[in-house]
């Protein structure tokens, strides 16, 4: 028993980040995407997830649709509500980028507070991405017809309508939405990870 | 615009598990581990994780240090937290195994219905596996002094003491903590890895 008890102390320490790294040709970090709705954020997610994807890169989009629907299940929109969900969005990407994935976080996340906090979780992982797209381009675009509803009054506090959108101070890049097409904001999304992910 | 927009609807969609399995060699997945304080989770957690990562296995511990400094950091030990604490881990595993990783969650998670939930959070992904060395045994090893403080009573529902330990009815695996060697638990859990993770 005291051989088995000396065995524990000594073996419980986690694989360090450079080693993570080494071993699969890049570092972990968070891109945290910011924007309107309609700027751009979830399908500029998922088609950089691919490219970085079949680059070999290790990378996963956290999205609405595979947060709300679980850990944040118990979450409203009240304005904690809203504060408590991009706390949790931020810790589990600090999770994601300290096991060496290049997480995708793609949420409105209107407020500067929160996602200072979500830099907070993962120092020196976070990469804040503005995509800039202004209000009349978003909502001329509209995909989903959220703004139409929220013109009308059917959505309460809807950013850039009805509640703020506090635009980042000092991203670590910003991607004009609403003048780049797609393949040029995803040239240089690929240009910024390459740049800043690589290890070799 | 009309061009870009219909770019957004075509691009939006996930990488199929399958797609990333073929791409790390094994399937992404849930070690759930579950035991008394001393049954020795944390070690077996760190050196299995240890040992895929040598074998190129992507693997991650999620364990009190990661979760209750980061995104636990709000809940505390009433009934209502410890049941949420378990919620959200579960959660978290859920998102680790769709991104294609082993993670190994290390917690004590007395109660089966909170377990049940964690499993249903990653339907087919789950594996819950007993450390089943009984109270005698852990609270003679007793690696952090635990079980001597919530003897005096310095620990209010402390598992085991003075708050109950469902033990799992079906389990994936059981290993019995106490009467293995560290050694022989690990040639266990390798096994059961090999065997149920591979893809090739």
Same mark, same amino acid.
């Given at each position: 028993?005291? @051989?088995?008890?000396?065995?524990i102390t &000594?073996?419980?320490h +986690? /694989?360090?980040?450079?080693?993570?790294? $080494?071993? %699969?040709?890049? $570092?972990?970090?968070?891109?945290?995407?910011?924007?309107? %709705?309609?700027s751009?954020?979830?399908t500029?997610?998922?088609?950089?997830? $691919?490219?970085?994807?079949?680059?070999n890169? &290790?990378?996963?989009?956290?999205?609405?649709?595979? @947060? &709300?629907?679980? #850990?944040?299940s *118990?979450?409203?929109?009240?304005?904690?509500?809203?504060?408590e969900? =991009? +706390?949790?969005?931020?810790?589990?990407?600090? #999770?994601?980028a *300290?096991?060496? =994935?290049?997480? /995708? !976080?793609a949420f409105? !996340?209107?407020?500067? +507070?929160? $996602? *200072?906090q979500?830099?907070?979780?993962?120092?020196?992982?976070?990469?804040e /991405?503005?995509? !800039?797209?202004?209000?009349?381009?978003?909502?001329?675009r509209?995909?989903?017809?959220?703004?139409?509803?929220? &013109?009308?009054?059917?959505?309460?506090?809807?950013?850039?309508?009805s509640?703020?959108?506090? %635009?980042?101070?000092?991203p670590?890049?910003? #991607?004009?939405t609403?003048?780049?097409?797609?393949?040029? !904001? #995803?040239?240089?999304?690929?240009?910024?990870?390459?740049?800043?992910?690589r290890? *070799?």
């Amino acid at each position: 028993m005291t @051989v088995k008890s000396t065995n524990i102390t &000594r073996t419980e320490h +986690r /694989i360090d980040r450079e080693v993570r790294w $080494r071993e %699969s040709g890049h $570092r972990g970090g968070v891109l945290w995407f910011t924007g309107l %709705s309609g700027s751009g954020k979830t399908t500029l997610a998922f088609e950089l997830e $691919r490219r970085l994807f079949e680059k070999n890169y &290790r990378v996963y989009v956290l999205d609405g649709d595979n @947060v &709300r629907h679980g #850990l944040n299940s *118990d979450l409203g929109f009240s304005p904690q509500d809203r504060e408590e969900n =991009i +706390r949790r969005i931020g810790e589990v990407a600090a #999770l994601f980028a *300290d096991a060496g =994935i290049i997480v /995708i !976080s793609a949420f409105i !996340s209107p407020y500067r +507070r929160d $996602r *200072d906090q979500a830099r907070q979780a993962a120092p020196g992982m976070f990469h804040e /991405i503005h995509m !800039s797209a202004n209000l009349d381009i978003c909502e001329a675009r509209d995909p989903k017809g959220l703004y139409k509803k929220a &013109r009308h009054g059917d959505i309460a506090d809807f950013t850039g309508i009805s509640a703020p959108y506090e %635009s980042p101070e000092t991203p670590e890049l910003v #991607l004009d939405t609403g003048g780049l097409t797609i393949e040029e !904001s #995803l040239g240089r999304l690929m240009d910024y990870v390459l740049h800043n992910f690589r290890t *070799d």
